[in-house]
């Protein structure tokens, strides 16, 4: 069984260039929000953490990497649908201040843009999440990536594709996966902002989950012999 804790990237600065790809860090919020998500998932056994290959998503788990010791994996497939795009804005400052940007969005002029297709980004990420999936390296990962990077994984998990759904800056979503069987266990945790943290407690008050408590006490083994006599 292995945990997946989805991290989007804590809130960038602008970028635009006339060459080459965009790729700002952390703004002062940004900063801010990746040492509060740092300080809540450092009570957790986290056995691995793996990243987009964008400045944004590396900046907002290395605070989380530093203290638990660890040296966070590029996965470049993790890499947002504008991964080759010159520009860079904010979501929430896009429709204002990104001009012809935004209207090429609008359009779905994704090609003028350095966007990816959207079948190509999708098929992209679900490959790169199902290999993960398949080999995650721990039974705890932080995945540090993009709204919609995390949305085509929640779709995968779903079925969906590609899932409408709000995934703020350094939330956290959280997937289980048993016998390469994935479910949700949360989606757009943002508690981490405004409460703190001593230990994990969890809503059995011993760290763990219902469905840990299930598990260990062998209903679902027994579950599965029966169905497989009946």
Known sequence: MTDFVLVRHGRPEIEVRETGIANPGLDDIGRWQSERLATWLAHEPVDRVV??????????????AS??????????DLDEIDRNSRQYYPTELVHTQGGEYWEAIQRMDYEAIGWDDVGTFIARVTAAWEALVADPGGDRVVVAAHGGTIRVILGAVSGQGMMDVDVDYASICRIRSTDGATRFVSINETGHFDADRTEVRGPMGDGGTVADAFHRSGALSKFREEGTRS
């Open 67 to 76: 203290t638990l010791g660890l040296t966070a994996d590029v996965i470049h």
């Open 51 to 64: 990243t987009s290959p964008k400045a944004r998503a590396t900046e907002t788990v290395a605070p989380l």
